[in-house]
């Protein structure tokens, strides 16, 4: 007899890249799942929308800046099995917006080079996709 299967949950998320080469992340506030462990901007695809739109809303709503569409470039995925669900995470890499990213959720910003984003507690799905960025932008 097989397990019920789990949810699927689409969520999105962004590696900013600034002019140095650095990463922006972000700490999940108190009173949140997870909270306290640093993880790439973005958030949960709602029906009907398009993960693009959804980083795009998201960035705005999270950190005050705007992101257009050409801008945003697929790198890779995670998938991870949480016990209640199953989170699908599309990651996308970006190195132009306008405003200067600035915390409107509670949230704690990080600019970090890609060799240090294993020093910081992150989400099991969000650790997978440290490699891939040192291999694009390097340590």
Same mark, same amino acid.
């Given at each position: 007899?097989?397990?019920?299967?789990?949810?699927?949950?689409?969520?999105?998320?962004?590696?900013?890249?600034?002019?140095? %080469?650095? &990463?922006?992340?972000? +700490? $999940? #506030?108190?009173?949140?799942?997870?909270?306290? /462990?640093? !993880?790439?901007?973005? %958030?949960? &695809?709602?029906?009907? +929308? $398009? #993960?693009?739109?959804?980083?795009?809303?998201? /960035?705005? !709503?999270?950190?005050?800046?705007? &992101?257009?569409?050409?801008?945003?470039?697929?790198?890779?995925?995670?998938?991870?099995?949480?016990?209640?669900?199953?989170?699908?995470?599309?990651?996308?890499?970006?190195?132009?917006?306008?405003?200067?990213?600035?915390?409107?959720?509670?949230?704690?910003?990080?600019?970090?080079?890609?060799?240090?984003?294993?020093?910081?507690?992150?989400?099991?799905?969000?650790?997978?996709?440290?490699?891939?960025?040192?291999?694009?932008?390097?340590?």
């Amino acid at each position: 007899m097989s397990a019920a299967p789990l949810r699927l949950l689409l969520v999105v998320a962004v590696a900013l890249v600034d002019a140095d %080469g650095r &990463v922006l992340l972000s +700490e $999940r #506030p108190p009173g949140k799942q997870l909270a306290g /462990l640093w !993880e790439f901007p973005g %958030g949960k &695809v709602e029906p009907g +929308e $398009r #993960p693009e739109d959804t980083l795009i809303r998201e /960035l705005a !709503e999270e950190i005050d800046i705007r &992101v257009e569409e050409p801008c945003l470039a697929p790198l890779t995925f995670a998938s991870h099995a949480y016990p209640d669900f199953h989170l699908l995470m599309p990651l996308y890499v970006c190195r132009r917006w306008t405003g200067t990213p600035r915390p409107l959720e509670g949230q704690a910003l990080k600019w970090v080079r890609p060799g240090a984003l294993r020093d910081l507690p992150m989400p099991p799905a969000d650790s997978p996709l440290i490699p891939f960025l040192i291999d694009l932008l390097g340590p």
